[in-house]
C-alpha cells in the first residue's frame, strides 16, 4: 500500500505534528510525502531525511503559498490515482483539506486516528474521547488524519528519500489568503510543550489569570493552556485552549489550576504523563486523573509554588 502524507510546514521547516503522521503512514506501507508551497525546496529535502520515506513529491507553487485547502485538495486528490491512502496529521490545516479530499475521491473520511490496527481497520476516540471506537473502511481509497499525541515521532534523520517535482491546478480561484495573525510567545508552543500550565474559569477575570497563571508557567518554562469555560469567559485568547474542541496535548507534565475537568477538557490531556490538578474542591472530576491532587485555594497554592520552585 501506497501513502501520501501531507507535510505540514511554513514553507521554511517541517512542523512536528508531520513527524507522527509518518509514523502512522509507515504502518500502512510505503510512505511518501507531499510538500506544497511556495519556495519550499528547503522543506522537501528535509523531509526527504525523514526515516522511513521513500520519495518526497514537491508542488512549488505560489498557490499552496498558504495552504489554502481550496487549492491543495485538488493536488492530493490528483496524486491520489497513484496512492492508496492520504495521511494528514489532525491540525487545523490537516482538518481543513482532508475532508475536501474525501469529498473529491467520493470516500468516507476516518478522522483523528489513535492506532493502526490493519489494511483498513483503525481506532479513534468517540463520545468526547470516553470511548475508543475500532472502525473499518471498506473504500477503494483511505483519507485519514492522526492524532499527534497517539503516535511516536518519526526520526528526522536516517531517509533518503528521492524528491520529485508535480504539479496541479494551481489556484482555484474560489478563495484567497487575506492575512495572518500570529500569536508570538517566548513560551514554548502548547502542543509540543513537555511543560503545561493551565488556569480555569475559577481565575476570576483575565488580569488574575495573568497574574496567577504566567508566574508558575515563567518559572517551570511551560506553555500555558486553558479551559474552555476560561477561553469562553475572555480571561485568554481561543489559541489557549486545551480540551476536545481546542488542542490535544500529551506533555510530560499537565497542571490543571482551577479546572473542574469537564469531559471535553479531559479528552484534550489525560494522555499527559503526569497530571497534577489544584482545586479547593474535592469532588471536582480532574482528580479522577490527575497522578497528583492538591485540595487547596489556588491563590494560596501557586504563588506559594512560584516562590519555593
Not at 123 to 136: H, K, L, M, Q
Request: with cysteine; charged share 20%.
Amino acid at each position: 500500500m501506497k501513502t501520501l502524507v501531507w507535510v505540514e510546514h511554513d514553507n521554511a521547516s517541517v512542523k512536528d505534528a508531520t513527524l507522527a503522521a509518518v509514523t502512522a503512514a509507515s504502518q500502512l506501507g510505503e510512505v511518501h510525502l507531499l510538500v506544497a508551497g511556495s519556495s519550499c525546496a528547503g522543506v522537501a529535502a528535509e523531509a526527504a531525511k525523514i526515516a522511513g520515506v521513500g520519495k518526497v513529491h514537491l508542488a512549488d507553487d505560489a498557490a499552496y503559498a498558504n495552504a489554502l485547502a481550496e487549492n491543495v485538495a485538488p493536488l492530493v486528490a490528483g496524486l491520489m490515482a497513484s496512492h492508496d491512502a492520504f495521511v494528514a496529521p489532525a491540525t487545523t490545516t490537516g482538518k481543513n483539506i482532508a475532508p475536501r479530499v474525501a469529498a473529491l475521491l467520493d470516500v468516507m473520511q476516518i478522522s483523528d486516528i489513535l492506532s493502526v490496527e490493519g489494511p483498513k481497520t483503525f481506532t479513534r476516540p468517540i463520545y468526547a474521547g470516553n470511548a475508543i471506537a475500532t472502525v473499518e473502511s471498506s473504500d477503494a481509497k483511505l483519507v485519514i488524519t492522526v492524532r499527534g499525541t497517539a503516535f511516536a515521532k518519526a526520526e528526522t534523520s536516517g531517509g533518503s528519500g528521492s524528491v520529485e517535482a508535480v504539479s496541479g491546478a494551481g489556484d482555484a480561484g474560489t478563495s484567497s489568503f487575506m492575512g495572518s495573525e500570529i500569536a508570538k510567545s517566548e513560551r514554548p508552543e502548547l502542543t509540543s510543550a513537555k511543560v503545561i500550565v493551565s488556569g480555569g474559569r475559577a481565575l476570576k477575570d483575565a488580569d488574575t489569570f495573568k497574574a496567577t497563571i504566567f508566574p508558575l508557567a515563567d518559572k517551570l518554562g511551560a506553555a500555558v493552556g486553558a479551559s474552555r469555560a476560561a477561553v469562553d469567559a475572555g480571561y485568554v485568547p481561543n489559541d489557549f485552549q486545551v480540551g476536545q474542541t481546542g488542542k490535544i496535548v500529551a506533555p510530560e507534565v499537565y497542571i490543571a489550576v482551577g479546572i473542574s475537568g469537564a469531559i471535553q477538557h479531559l479528552a484534550g490531556m489525560k494522555d499527559s504523563k503526569t497530571i497534577i490538578a489544584i482545586n479547593k474542591d474535592e469532588d471536582a472530576p480532574i482528580f479522577q486523573v490527575a497522578d497528583i491532587g492538591l485540595v487547596a485555594d489556588l491563590f494560596n497554592a501557586v504563588p506559594e509554588l512560584v516562590a519555593k520552585s
